[in-house]
């Protein structure tokens, strides 16, 4: 069964940094695209950042230049190194990947169960 499991979340200060992680695990056959998104109360899922197979990166506006996604293939993560953090960035943030399972003859999406960022003083 594949899962998605994200940690690094918690407590910053404006102008602060995290690095939050997500780990697929399973019996896994192809990773495709890995995305994160962000859910802030009373909003709808949004999507922060997207990282192809490839490696090629796509970002939401609101944090060009101020994130950073990357993956390691070998070792099924990816990370999102967030600096310079604003309270508007405080979300519930997901992991979800496109992943064909062990002997699947198709890709589907896997979400995480999500890691709560808040950016106070």
């Known amino acids: 069964q594949v899962q998605l499991v994200e940690s690094g979340g918690g407590l910053a200060q404006p102008g602060g940094s995290l690095t939050l992680s997500c780990v697929v695990s399973g019996r896994i056959d192809s990773i495709g695209d890995m995305a994160w998104y962000s859910q802030s109360p009373g909003k709808e899922r949004e999507l922060v950042a997207r990282i192809t197979a490839g490696g090629s990166a796509y970002y939401r506006e609101s944090v060009t230049g101020r994130f950073t996604i990357s993956r390691d293939n070998f070792k099924m993560t990816i990370s999102l190194q967030m600096n310079y953090l604003k309270p508007e960035d405080t979300a519930v943030y997901y992991c979800?990947?496109?992943?064909?399972?062990?002997?699947?003859?198709?890709?589907?999406?896997?979400w995480g169960q999500g890691t709560q960022v808040t950016v106070s003083s």
């Open positions: 979800q990947g496109n992943v064909r399972g062990w002997r699947m003859s198709m890709s589907q999406d896997y």
